[in-house]
């Protein structure tokens, strides 16, 4: 069998787009992209999912190799995986967030550990928070789930049709202001509760110099802290369905999906 270099060439683009913007989702979305799967395992997962996918796409458009249209596919294709990997991270930081402003309120600050999903170090509760939601996540599918919004979304922003507006960056860049409002509203019960304790414990020290507050004060805000996070994970579940439904309505408004 002989093949001429436009064939090779055509074959080799009919796949390689869209593993440009599988394969940028596995490195950048949370479980699967986290520092414990191996870059060698997420190429190899990208593979397989593009050769089932690609026979189910419509034919794209063929460009020359090295080609200025061909680069500016390429890069359209790496961000939009980016942007869907991006989002559902933007979800689960909302949560190490939370765990920062606890352990900064409880006095938990300095126990701190390193992250090995993301390689930085991180407060004890911030951890905590993460593996829980990790764990919600993949016993959810959400994974598959967000893997299955990308395939989607090859039918409505076709490889090579799609071209990136600053509208985009925008909505991305609003993002921020929602986490800081998400991961707020997820700690405000713990730190307005915490915020009374320490108003008593400033009051006491007032009416009564010659108690030492700091060594009562600490281990009672503590223990104070660690109830009212046990007590708060009754809303864990609702707060996470809200913060992850955020999230896929924001990636289906993205990627124009039907819902």
């Known amino acids: 069998m002989l093949f001429t270099d436009v064939e090779i060439a055509t074959f080799i683009q009919q796949y390689f787009l869209p593993f440009t913007r599988i394969g940028m989702l596995f490195m950048v979305m949370p479980v ?3 520092r414990i799967v191996t870059a060698r395992i997420r190429l190899v997962l990208a593979g397989l999912c593009t050769f089932l996918v690609v026979p189910l796409l419509p034919p794209l458009p063929v460009s020359m190799a090295l080609s200025l249209s061909s680069l500016l596919f390429i890069v359209q294709e790496l961000v939009i995986g980016l942007v869907v990997g991006f989002v559902f991270q933007i979800v689960f930081q909302v949560y190490v967030l939370s765990g920062q402003f606890m352990a900064m309120k409880m006095g938990l600050g300095f126990a701190s550990m390193n992250d090995p999903t993301n390689g930085v170090q991180t407060t004890v509760l911030s ?3 993460l593996m829980l939601i990790t764990l919600i996540f993949v016993v959810i599918d959400g994974h598959l789930l967000l893997l299955t919004l990308l395939v989607e979304s090859f039918r409505t922003l076709p490889a090579g049709h799609f071209m990136l507006t600053p509208g985009i960056f925008m909505q991305m860049a609003q993002l921020g202001g929602w986490l800081f409002a998400a991961a ?3 700690t405000l019960p713990v730190l307005t509760s915490l915020l009374l304790v320490n108003i ?4 006491m020290s007032r009416s009564a110099p010659q108690l030492n507050i700091f060594a009562v004060g600490f281990p009672f805000t503590l223990v104070c802290g660690l109830v009212l996070i046990w007590l708060g994970l009754i809303n864990l ?3 996470f369905n809200d913060s992850v439904n955020y999230g896929f309505r924001f990636v289906h408004d993205l990627l124009q999906l039907e819902r």
Request: aromatic share 24%.
């Open 237 to 239: 579940n609702d707060s």
């Open 32 to 34: 699967i992209g986290s």
């Open 127 to 129: 951890q905590f928070f």
């Open 184 to 186: 707020l509203v997820f």
């Open 200 to 203: 008593a414990f400033g009051v």
